[in-house]
Protein backbone atom coordinates (compact mmCIF):
# COMPACT_ATOMS: atom_id res chain seq x y z
CA UNK A 1 0.00 0.00 0.00
CA UNK A 2 3.00 2.16 0.77
CA UNK A 3 4.50 1.10 -2.39
CA UNK A 4 1.51 2.44 -4.36
CA UNK A 5 0.88 5.81 -2.64
CA UNK A 6 4.45 6.60 -3.39
CA UNK A 7 4.05 6.25 -6.97
CA UNK A 8 0.83 8.07 -6.99
CA UNK A 9 2.70 11.00 -5.42
CA UNK A 10 5.59 10.38 -7.88
CA UNK A 11 3.19 11.05 -10.67
CA UNK A 12 1.56 14.04 -9.27
CA UNK A 13 4.85 15.67 -8.92
CA UNK A 14 5.50 15.00 -12.61
CA UNK A 15 2.23 16.65 -13.46
CA UNK A 16 3.36 19.50 -11.57
CA UNK A 17 6.75 19.94 -13.35
CA UNK A 18 5.09 20.14 -17.03
CA UNK A 19 2.93 23.12 -15.43
CA UNK A 20 4.64 26.30 -15.47
CA UNK A 21 3.42 28.51 -12.77
CA UNK A 22 0.95 31.44 -14.92
CA UNK A 23 -0.20 28.57 -17.37
CA UNK A 24 -3.54 27.11 -17.06
CA UNK A 25 -5.29 24.68 -18.86
CA UNK A 26 -8.30 26.28 -21.41
CA UNK A 27 -10.83 24.16 -23.65
CA UNK A 28 -11.99 25.82 -26.93
CA UNK A 29 -15.63 25.53 -27.74
CA UNK A 30 -18.02 26.37 -30.54
CA UNK A 31 -20.08 29.19 -30.07
CA UNK A 32 -23.68 28.10 -31.12
CA UNK A 33 -26.27 30.07 -31.43
CA UNK A 34 -30.16 28.84 -30.05
CA UNK A 35 -33.09 30.16 -31.75
CA UNK A 36 -36.23 28.63 -30.41
CA UNK A 37 -34.72 25.76 -29.34
CA UNK A 38 -33.10 24.84 -32.45
CA UNK A 39 -28.86 25.29 -32.25
CA UNK A 40 -27.87 27.71 -35.15
CA UNK A 41 -24.13 27.50 -36.46
CA UNK A 42 -22.40 28.13 -39.73
CA UNK A 43 -23.36 24.49 -41.23
CA UNK A 44 -27.04 24.67 -40.54
CA UNK A 45 -29.77 24.70 -43.05
CA UNK A 46 -31.84 27.90 -43.05
CA UNK A 47 -35.52 27.16 -41.86
CA UNK A 48 -38.58 29.45 -43.11
CA UNK A 49 -41.67 29.47 -42.16
CA UNK A 50 -44.39 28.06 -43.96
CA UNK A 51 -45.67 30.59 -47.24
CA UNK A 52 -49.19 30.50 -48.32
CA UNK A 53 -49.95 29.57 -52.40
CA UNK A 54 -50.20 32.89 -53.27
CA UNK A 55 -49.01 34.57 -56.73
CA UNK A 56 -45.20 35.95 -55.69
CA UNK A 57 -44.50 39.67 -55.62
CA UNK A 58 -42.28 40.12 -58.79
CA UNK A 59 -44.56 37.74 -60.90
CA UNK A 60 -47.66 39.66 -59.72
CA UNK A 61 -46.04 42.89 -60.66
CA UNK A 62 -44.83 41.22 -63.62
CA UNK A 63 -47.01 42.91 -67.10
CA UNK A 64 -45.84 43.39 -70.73
CA UNK A 65 -47.93 46.83 -70.97
CA UNK A 66 -45.49 48.30 -68.51
CA UNK A 67 -42.78 49.45 -70.78
CA UNK A 68 -45.48 51.06 -72.94
CA UNK A 69 -46.81 52.52 -69.97
CA UNK A 70 -44.20 53.34 -67.64
CA UNK A 71 -41.86 55.25 -69.73
CA UNK A 72 -42.18 59.27 -70.79
CA UNK A 73 -40.04 60.50 -73.46
CA UNK A 74 -39.76 63.95 -72.31
CA UNK A 75 -37.68 65.27 -74.49
CA UNK A 76 -40.08 64.28 -77.87
CA UNK A 77 -43.31 65.66 -77.06
CA UNK A 78 -45.90 66.83 -79.03
CA UNK A 79 -48.57 68.87 -77.64
CA UNK A 80 -51.52 67.85 -80.55
CA UNK A 81 -50.84 64.75 -82.48
CA UNK A 82 -52.89 62.95 -85.41
CA UNK A 83 -53.88 58.99 -85.56
CA UNK A 84 -55.88 57.77 -88.55
CA UNK A 85 -59.25 56.18 -87.54
CA UNK A 86 -59.72 52.31 -87.11
CA UNK A 87 -62.03 50.57 -86.63
CA UNK A 88 -62.59 48.88 -83.52
CA UNK A 89 -64.50 45.63 -83.19
CA UNK A 90 -66.25 43.37 -80.31
CA UNK A 91 -66.75 39.66 -81.44
CA UNK A 92 -68.32 37.22 -78.86
CA UNK A 93 -65.81 34.05 -78.19
CA UNK A 94 -67.22 30.03 -78.51
CA UNK A 95 -71.02 30.56 -79.46
CA UNK A 96 -70.95 26.89 -79.81
CA UNK A 97 -73.15 25.46 -83.48
CA UNK A 98 -75.59 27.06 -85.64
CA UNK A 99 -78.98 26.40 -84.17
CA UNK A 100 -81.56 24.29 -87.28
CA UNK A 101 -81.93 26.71 -89.89
CA UNK A 102 -84.97 25.08 -90.79
CA UNK A 103 -86.84 25.64 -87.34
CA UNK A 104 -89.19 28.68 -87.34
CA UNK A 105 -91.26 30.00 -84.52
CA UNK A 106 -95.29 31.54 -85.00
CA UNK A 107 -97.27 33.32 -82.27
CA UNK A 108 -95.35 32.22 -79.71
CA UNK A 109 -96.06 34.84 -76.24
CA UNK A 110 -94.26 34.08 -72.70
CA UNK A 111 -95.09 36.25 -69.80
CA UNK A 112 -93.04 36.50 -66.56
CA UNK A 113 -91.04 33.00 -67.55
CA UNK A 114 -87.59 32.19 -66.41
CA UNK A 115 -85.68 31.80 -69.16
CA UNK A 116 -85.44 27.93 -68.87
CA UNK A 117 -89.21 28.11 -68.97
CA UNK A 118 -89.59 30.31 -71.66
CA UNK A 119 -87.12 28.48 -73.99
CA UNK A 120 -88.71 25.07 -72.93
CA UNK A 121 -92.01 25.99 -74.03
CA UNK A 122 -90.35 27.21 -76.84
CA UNK A 123 -88.70 23.71 -78.14
CA UNK A 124 -91.46 21.40 -77.07
CA UNK A 125 -91.62 19.12 -79.91
CA UNK A 126 -87.83 19.03 -80.67
CA UNK A 127 -84.81 17.08 -79.72
CA UNK A 128 -83.38 20.02 -78.31
CA UNK A 129 -82.86 20.31 -74.29
CA UNK A 130 -81.77 23.51 -72.05
CA UNK A 131 -79.23 23.06 -69.22
CA UNK A 132 -78.69 25.87 -66.79
CA UNK A 133 -74.92 26.05 -66.12
CA UNK A 134 -75.50 28.75 -63.90
CA UNK A 135 -78.22 29.57 -62.45
CA UNK A 136 -80.88 32.01 -64.11
CA UNK A 137 -83.15 34.01 -62.38
CA UNK A 138 -84.62 36.81 -64.88
CA UNK A 139 -88.07 36.73 -65.54
CA UNK A 140 -89.07 37.39 -68.96
CA UNK A 141 -92.20 38.53 -70.97
CA UNK A 142 -92.45 39.29 -74.77
CA UNK A 143 -94.34 37.42 -77.96
CA UNK A 144 -93.13 36.48 -81.30
CA UNK A 145 -95.34 37.07 -84.53
CA UNK A 146 -92.97 35.07 -86.91
CA UNK A 147 -89.01 33.63 -87.22
CA UNK A 148 -86.59 31.38 -87.47
CA UNK A 149 -85.35 29.45 -84.00
CA UNK A 150 -82.16 31.64 -83.70
CA UNK A 151 -83.40 34.76 -83.71
CA UNK A 152 -86.28 33.72 -81.01
CA UNK A 153 -83.46 31.70 -78.46
CA UNK A 154 -81.60 35.50 -79.50
CA UNK A 155 -84.59 37.12 -77.85
CA UNK A 156 -85.50 35.12 -74.78
CA UNK A 157 -82.02 35.26 -73.95
CA UNK A 158 -81.04 38.82 -74.34
CA UNK A 159 -84.10 39.51 -72.66
CA UNK A 160 -82.98 37.57 -69.48
CA UNK A 161 -79.63 39.00 -69.90
CA UNK A 162 -78.12 35.66 -70.15
CA UNK A 163 -75.76 33.71 -72.71
CA UNK A 164 -76.17 30.48 -74.62
CA UNK A 165 -74.39 28.25 -76.91
CA UNK A 166 -76.00 25.40 -78.37
CA UNK A 167 -74.39 22.03 -79.07
CA UNK A 168 -75.57 20.11 -82.02
CA UNK A 169 -74.11 16.25 -80.90
CA UNK A 170 -75.80 16.46 -77.84
CA UNK A 171 -79.01 18.78 -78.90
CA UNK A 172 -78.16 21.03 -75.78
CA UNK A 173 -78.19 24.84 -75.40
CA UNK A 174 -76.45 25.65 -72.46
CA UNK A 175 -77.30 29.23 -70.57
CA UNK A 176 -74.79 31.18 -68.91
CA UNK A 177 -74.79 34.47 -66.87
CA UNK A 178 -70.90 35.41 -68.47
CA UNK A 179 -69.49 35.07 -72.12
CA UNK A 180 -66.11 35.58 -73.60
CA UNK A 181 -65.34 38.34 -75.98
CA UNK A 182 -62.42 39.35 -78.23
CA UNK A 183 -62.00 42.99 -79.60
CA UNK A 184 -60.23 43.84 -82.41
CA UNK A 185 -58.02 46.48 -81.79
CA UNK A 186 -56.60 49.40 -83.71
CA UNK A 187 -52.86 49.12 -84.60
CA UNK A 188 -51.95 52.24 -82.74
CA UNK A 189 -50.85 52.34 -78.92
CA UNK A 190 -52.32 55.53 -77.75
CA UNK A 191 -56.09 54.32 -79.09
CA UNK A 192 -55.18 51.02 -76.97
CA UNK A 193 -54.16 52.56 -74.05
CA UNK A 194 -57.11 54.44 -74.38
CA UNK A 195 -59.58 51.68 -74.81
CA UNK A 196 -57.72 50.19 -71.89
CA UNK A 197 -57.65 52.96 -69.42
CA UNK A 198 -61.78 53.59 -70.17
CA UNK A 199 -62.09 50.14 -69.06
CA UNK A 200 -59.70 50.35 -66.19
CA UNK A 201 -61.82 53.41 -65.15
CA UNK A 202 -65.52 51.14 -65.68
CA UNK A 203 -63.72 49.22 -63.71
CA UNK A 204 -63.23 46.32 -66.04
CA UNK A 205 -60.89 43.67 -64.61
CA UNK A 206 -58.92 40.72 -66.29
CA UNK A 207 -57.86 42.15 -69.64
CA UNK A 208 -56.18 39.85 -71.83
CA UNK A 209 -54.03 41.94 -74.38
CA UNK A 210 -52.28 40.35 -76.67
CA UNK A 211 -50.10 43.14 -78.12
CA UNK A 212 -48.49 41.20 -81.37
CA UNK A 213 -52.15 41.19 -83.29
CA UNK A 214 -53.80 43.76 -81.25
CA UNK A 215 -56.53 42.06 -79.40
CA UNK A 216 -57.96 41.91 -76.25
CA UNK A 217 -59.93 39.04 -74.58
CA UNK A 218 -62.55 40.08 -72.04
CA UNK A 219 -65.19 38.22 -69.45
CA UNK A 220 -68.09 39.67 -68.20
CA UNK A 221 -71.60 39.49 -67.29
CA UNK A 222 -74.69 41.41 -69.63
CA UNK A 223 -73.56 44.67 -67.75
CA UNK A 224 -69.96 44.38 -68.53
CA UNK A 225 -71.03 43.58 -72.35
CA UNK A 226 -72.99 46.62 -72.77
CA UNK A 227 -70.42 48.75 -70.77
CA UNK A 228 -67.69 47.84 -72.96
CA UNK A 229 -69.67 47.90 -75.98
CA UNK A 230 -70.80 51.92 -74.98
CA UNK A 231 -67.16 52.36 -74.77
CA UNK A 232 -66.22 50.78 -77.87
CA UNK A 233 -68.74 52.94 -79.54
CA UNK A 234 -68.03 56.05 -78.07
CA UNK A 235 -64.33 56.10 -78.66
CA UNK A 236 -64.62 54.76 -82.24
CA UNK A 237 -67.31 57.94 -82.77
CA UNK A 238 -64.68 60.44 -80.89
CA UNK A 239 -62.69 63.48 -82.41
CA UNK A 240 -60.10 63.40 -79.47
CA UNK A 241 -58.51 61.63 -77.20
CA UNK A 242 -56.63 63.13 -73.68
CA UNK A 243 -53.31 61.96 -72.98
CA UNK A 244 -51.24 62.37 -69.71
CA UNK A 245 -47.95 62.03 -69.31
CA UNK A 246 -46.85 62.44 -65.73
CA UNK A 247 -43.71 62.07 -63.09
CA UNK A 248 -44.06 61.44 -59.50
CA UNK A 249 -41.61 62.92 -57.04
CA UNK A 250 -41.46 62.39 -53.26
CA UNK A 251 -39.32 65.95 -52.08
CA UNK A 252 -37.21 65.83 -48.82
CA UNK A 253 -36.14 69.70 -47.42
CA UNK A 254 -32.65 69.77 -46.57
CA UNK A 255 -33.57 71.96 -43.49
CA UNK A 256 -36.18 71.53 -41.11
CA UNK A 257 -38.67 73.71 -43.21
CA UNK A 258 -40.95 72.90 -45.92
CA UNK A 259 -40.33 74.05 -49.61
CA UNK A 260 -41.32 77.85 -50.05
CA UNK A 261 -43.52 77.67 -53.02
CA UNK A 262 -43.68 80.96 -53.21
CA UNK A 263 -40.04 81.41 -54.67
CA UNK A 264 -42.04 80.05 -57.61
CA UNK A 265 -42.91 83.22 -58.79
CA UNK A 266 -39.66 85.07 -58.93
CA UNK A 267 -38.11 81.97 -60.25
CA UNK A 268 -40.50 81.57 -63.12
CA UNK A 269 -41.96 84.72 -63.93
CA UNK A 270 -45.88 85.32 -62.75
CA UNK A 271 -47.21 85.06 -66.53
CA UNK A 272 -45.69 81.16 -66.48
CA UNK A 273 -47.88 80.21 -63.64
CA UNK A 274 -51.29 81.05 -64.60
CA UNK A 275 -54.15 79.35 -62.55
CA UNK A 276 -54.16 78.09 -58.60
CA UNK A 277 -56.34 75.60 -57.53
CA UNK A 278 -56.69 74.80 -53.62
CA UNK A 279 -58.24 70.99 -53.03
CA UNK A 280 -59.11 69.62 -49.48
CA UNK A 281 -55.11 68.73 -49.48
CA UNK A 282 -52.46 69.56 -51.64
CA UNK A 283 -52.97 72.49 -54.45
CA UNK A 284 -52.73 72.23 -58.27
CA UNK A 285 -50.66 75.16 -60.10
CA UNK A 286 -51.62 75.27 -63.90
CA UNK A 287 -47.97 76.87 -65.53
CA UNK A 288 -47.16 77.41 -68.96
CA UNK A 289 -44.77 75.17 -70.99
CA UNK A 290 -41.71 76.90 -69.55
CA UNK A 291 -42.24 75.08 -66.74
CA UNK A 292 -41.04 71.42 -67.28
CA UNK A 293 -40.02 68.49 -65.39
CA UNK A 294 -35.96 69.69 -66.19
CA UNK A 295 -36.89 73.37 -64.89
CA UNK A 296 -39.05 71.69 -61.49
CA UNK A 297 -36.43 69.40 -60.85
CA UNK A 298 -33.97 72.30 -60.94
CA UNK A 299 -35.91 74.61 -58.67
CA UNK A 300 -36.77 71.78 -55.98
CA UNK A 301 -33.13 70.91 -55.87
CA UNK A 302 -32.19 74.23 -54.54
CA UNK A 303 -34.27 73.49 -51.70
CA UNK A 304 -34.53 69.97 -51.29
CA UNK A 305 -33.66 66.09 -52.50
CA UNK A 306 -35.84 64.55 -55.15
CA UNK A 307 -36.56 61.58 -55.18
CA UNK A 308 -38.70 59.73 -58.77
CA UNK A 309 -41.19 57.74 -57.02
CA UNK A 310 -43.41 56.93 -60.43
CA UNK A 311 -43.28 57.90 -64.48
CA UNK A 312 -45.65 57.52 -66.62
CA UNK A 313 -49.01 58.19 -68.84
CA UNK A 314 -52.57 57.16 -69.51
CA UNK A 315 -54.74 58.43 -71.40
CA UNK A 316 -58.77 59.38 -72.00
CA UNK A 317 -61.51 58.95 -74.01
CA UNK A 318 -63.14 62.52 -74.35
CA UNK A 319 -65.41 62.70 -71.70
CA UNK A 320 -64.75 59.60 -70.06
CA UNK A 321 -62.89 58.52 -66.97
CA UNK A 322 -59.23 56.81 -66.32
CA UNK A 323 -56.73 56.08 -64.01
CA UNK A 324 -52.87 55.91 -63.12
CA UNK A 325 -51.82 53.71 -60.56
CA UNK A 326 -48.24 55.05 -59.18
CA UNK A 327 -47.41 51.51 -58.20
CA UNK A 328 -47.97 49.94 -61.47
CA UNK A 329 -44.78 52.19 -62.34
CA UNK A 330 -43.19 52.88 -59.08
CA UNK A 331 -39.41 52.26 -58.94
CA UNK A 332 -39.80 50.00 -55.88
CA UNK A 333 -42.28 49.50 -53.10
CA UNK A 334 -42.65 53.15 -51.87
CA UNK A 335 -45.12 54.33 -49.11
CA UNK A 336 -46.83 56.07 -52.56
CA UNK A 337 -47.81 52.84 -54.36
CA UNK A 338 -51.04 52.75 -52.69
CA UNK A 339 -52.22 56.22 -54.81
CA UNK A 340 -54.46 55.97 -57.65
CA UNK A 341 -54.76 59.22 -59.96
CA UNK A 342 -58.18 59.58 -61.68
CA UNK A 343 -58.86 61.73 -64.21
CA UNK A 344 -62.00 62.83 -66.55
CA UNK A 345 -61.58 65.53 -69.37
CA UNK A 346 -63.11 67.19 -72.70
CA UNK A 347 -61.78 69.38 -74.85
CA UNK A 348 -64.14 71.67 -76.08
CA UNK A 349 -65.70 75.21 -76.63
CA UNK A 350 -65.31 76.73 -72.56
CA UNK A 351 -67.08 80.11 -72.17
CA UNK A 352 -66.34 80.83 -75.85
CA UNK A 353 -62.82 79.26 -75.43
CA UNK A 354 -61.17 76.26 -76.82
CA UNK A 355 -59.98 74.79 -73.34
CA UNK A 356 -59.54 71.40 -71.27
CA UNK A 357 -61.59 70.74 -68.89
CA UNK A 358 -60.27 68.05 -66.53
CA UNK A 359 -61.25 67.11 -62.99
CA UNK A 360 -58.39 65.23 -61.19
CA UNK A 361 -58.92 62.98 -58.02
CA UNK A 362 -56.49 61.40 -56.32
CA UNK A 363 -57.14 58.26 -54.54
CA UNK A 364 -55.89 55.73 -51.93
CA UNK A 365 -57.58 52.57 -50.65
CA UNK A 366 -58.42 54.20 -47.60
CA UNK A 367 -61.12 56.43 -50.11
CA UNK A 368 -60.07 59.95 -51.63
CA UNK A 369 -57.50 62.33 -50.77
CA UNK A 370 -58.32 65.15 -52.79
CA UNK A 371 -59.56 66.26 -56.02
CA UNK A 372 -58.87 69.01 -58.79
CA UNK A 373 -61.38 70.90 -61.06
CA UNK A 374 -58.99 72.55 -64.16
CA UNK A 375 -59.51 74.31 -66.84
CA UNK A 376 -56.44 74.45 -69.41
CA UNK A 377 -55.27 75.76 -72.38
CA UNK A 378 -53.50 73.19 -75.08
CA UNK A 379 -49.68 73.55 -73.81
CA UNK A 380 -50.17 73.83 -70.14
CA UNK A 381 -48.98 71.95 -67.53
CA UNK A 382 -49.69 70.46 -63.81
CA UNK A 383 -47.90 70.38 -61.05
CA UNK A 384 -50.05 69.26 -57.87
CA UNK A 385 -47.81 70.36 -54.40
CA UNK A 386 -48.32 70.64 -51.09
CA UNK A 387 -49.40 66.65 -50.31
CA UNK A 388 -47.48 65.91 -46.99
CA UNK A 389 -45.88 62.29 -47.38
CA UNK A 390 -47.69 61.77 -43.95
CA UNK A 391 -50.99 61.34 -45.78
CA UNK A 392 -48.99 57.94 -46.71
CA UNK A 393 -48.12 56.43 -43.22
CA UNK A 394 -49.56 53.73 -41.60
CA UNK A 395 -47.27 53.83 -38.71
CA UNK A 396 -47.97 55.47 -35.45
CA UNK A 397 -44.31 57.28 -35.69
CA UNK A 398 -41.81 57.23 -38.93
CA UNK A 399 -38.23 58.59 -39.73
CA UNK A 400 -39.80 60.67 -42.65
CA UNK A 401 -39.44 63.95 -41.96
CA UNK A 402 -43.16 66.23 -41.89
CA UNK A 403 -41.78 68.24 -44.09
CA UNK A 404 -41.40 65.91 -47.22
CA UNK A 405 -44.06 66.05 -49.92
CA UNK A 406 -45.67 64.44 -52.75
CA UNK A 407 -45.32 66.61 -55.94
CA UNK A 408 -46.85 65.32 -59.17
CA UNK A 409 -45.88 67.06 -62.55
CA UNK A 410 -48.73 66.03 -65.23
CA UNK A 411 -48.40 67.19 -69.13
CA UNK A 412 -51.86 66.93 -71.02
CA UNK A 413 -51.93 66.12 -74.82
CA UNK A 414 -54.55 66.24 -76.96
CA UNK A 415 -55.00 63.17 -79.72
CA UNK A 416 -57.00 63.98 -82.49
CA UNK A 417 -58.61 60.97 -84.55
CA UNK A 418 -59.40 61.82 -87.98
CA UNK A 419 -59.82 60.07 -91.39
CA UNK A 420 -56.66 58.62 -93.14
CA UNK A 421 -57.62 61.00 -96.01
CA UNK A 422 -57.04 63.90 -93.90
CA UNK A 423 -53.73 63.27 -92.25
CA UNK A 424 -51.83 65.98 -93.39
CA UNK A 425 -47.76 64.66 -93.12
CA UNK A 426 -46.48 68.28 -92.20
CA UNK A 427 -45.64 68.96 -88.81
CA UNK A 428 -48.30 70.60 -86.15
CA UNK A 429 -46.49 73.16 -85.12
CA UNK A 430 -46.72 77.11 -84.80
CA UNK A 431 -48.86 78.70 -87.30
CA UNK A 432 -50.21 74.84 -88.71
CA UNK A 433 -51.25 74.08 -84.82
CA UNK A 434 -52.90 77.11 -84.11
CA UNK A 435 -54.75 76.91 -87.11
CA UNK A 436 -55.88 73.93 -86.07
CA UNK A 437 -56.70 74.13 -83.25
CA UNK A 438 -59.24 76.81 -84.20
CA UNK A 439 -61.01 74.27 -86.20
Known sequence: MKKLLSFILIALAMVGCNTGPNETNTIEYDTVQVIDNLVIDENSVPIFPKKAALTTDTARRFSVELPRRCTVDWN?????????????EMVRVDKGDELPADLTVSDYEFKKQSVPSALNKLLEGTDIAVVEQEQVIEKVSGSIASGNLSDAVDLIARLGRVYYTYDAALGEIKLFNRAKWLIKMPHN????????????GADVRNLIVDWADNTLIFEGNFQTEREV???????????????????????????????????????????NIKMSIPGVVGRTLVVGPEI?????????????????VSQGH?????????????????KEERLETDLIIGASAKYSDFAGRKKIDAKI??????????SFSI????GDNYIIIGIPTHSFVTTPETLISPFAEMVVFMSPRIVSIVDPEDIDDAPLAGDALRNYLRK
Open 76 to 88: NQSVVSVVPEEKI
Open 189 to 200: DTIVMALLDAMH
Open 229 to 271: ARIISDISSKKYVMSWDMDVYRVYPRTDNPIIWMNLLPAFGDK
Open 292 to 308: NTKTLQEFLSQQANVVL
Open 314 to 330: FVVPDGWQSRFDIGQCS
Open 361 to 370: VLRTSNGELS
Open 375 to 378: PSSV
